[in-house]
């Protein structure tokens, strides 16, 4: 999506700042209009479809916080920079826990906007592709499962399914098809006609993380300004993912128990108990054996959870599938960017079978929409996919294992590269939790 298909709201009553930042955006291409009040700007979004608000927290009719809300209520996708004359901390917090993509001080820095604001909205456009991608793997039914080690698991997640409870702890490495997995067991499932609430534990705030579970009322906390629902009421009748339970507060674990125990929670603040009808699923990238020893999970909520343990498989135990995956994806991403169909060169189909996808089949579906967008041909070639190959031969297993590292340590160089530096920008291209990816960082001493 280039920047002349985007369009930009600007929510500010200073003329002045209002001007430079229209200057900006024109010069850099994006489309944009203007609002001076909170009336004005819901008036054009409801009436209009708006990539990215620039939205000033201080408006004569208003507080930009509330108008916020309900910008995203009304487009959950749409990316909000907030801008204020004031340094306030509170706010600035506020702002980013109610969705802002980003918070900005008057006077504006025109070029620290601009890279910005290029940040947020590739983010914003690869969620929406992602998103878009992962509906139509819904719609297309039961993934692609052509290795016996994949049909084995889709066969455990069956059978979680047929029950109308049962919870299930979901193990494998980043991007292997954990949510997918979480997924069908729902769609299978007799809940398929409620929700499926997905959860990254590791990108709420700690102070926020019992709030956006369990919900809040009124006065529970400061700023809780009217009752909140929580997840666990968005998923009434459904299924529960908590991705990365690793990163879950230690201290909020026998809460956690409790409600699988009970069915039963209270809302922060409240002395009404809630009943729930949710079957929670959780999923994490690390062994548990680790975390348990290192304190950051519970033995006892970890055995409650792993009623059932599914450990699904990285991409290069399941070879019978990589092709078809890529495949797959191909077709998706041809259809998703409006592309005509396109057909894997032969060279390229060796270049995917030899590659080790240390991103497992979110990396393979990144590296195949990067090749439908590059190539304007209707074959598209190895380089198009911007991987390197795993050397052949018969190297001895200790070998191998110094491959993998070297393989996923040029991976990850090359993807920051991509990425500006951005290491958010780069976990979302190697489908990895931030968490994991400064891990890795670590690991190879990349900063």
Known sequence: ???????????????????????LLEESGYKHERAASVKEALSKLEAAHFDAVLLDVYLPDGNGLALLERALKLDPALVVLMITG???????????QSGAADFLEKPIDLDYLRTRLERAL??????????AYEAKERENGVPVANSPAFQEVLSMADRVAATPMSSALLLGESGSGKEVMANRIHQVSQRRRGPFVRVNLAAISDTMVEAELFGSV??????????????????????LLLDEIGEFKVELQAKLLRVLESRRFYPVGSDREQRTNVRVLAATNREPEDLIARGLLREDLYYRLATVTIRVPPLRE??????P???HFLALACNELHQPDRRLSAAAQRAIRAYAWP????????????AVILSDMPEIEADSLGIGA??????????EVMCLRDVEHAHIVRVLELAGGSKTRAAELLGLSRSTLFEKLKKYKLG
């Open 325 to 327: 995956l890529a495949e």
């Open 1 to 23: 999506m280039t920047p002349r298909s985007l369009c930009v709201l600007i929510v500010d009553d200073d003329d002045v700042v209002a001007t430079q930042v229209s200057w």
């Open 359 to 370: 991103g497992n089949a979110r990396e393979l579906r990144n590296a195949i929409e990067r």
């Open 218 to 239: 009124r006065g529970a906390f400061t700023d809780a300004k009217r009752d909140r629902a929580g997840f666990f009421a968005s998923a009434e009748g459904g299924t």
């Open 122 to 131: 590739d983010a914003a456009v690869m969620r929406r592709k992602l998103a």
């Open 318 to 323: 399941r070879k019978e599938d990589i092709m």
């Open 390 to 399: 795993l050397p052949r031969g018969s190297a001895s297993p200790a070998e």
């Open 86 to 96: 004031r340094a306030e901390l509170r706010c600035a917090v506020e702002a980013m």
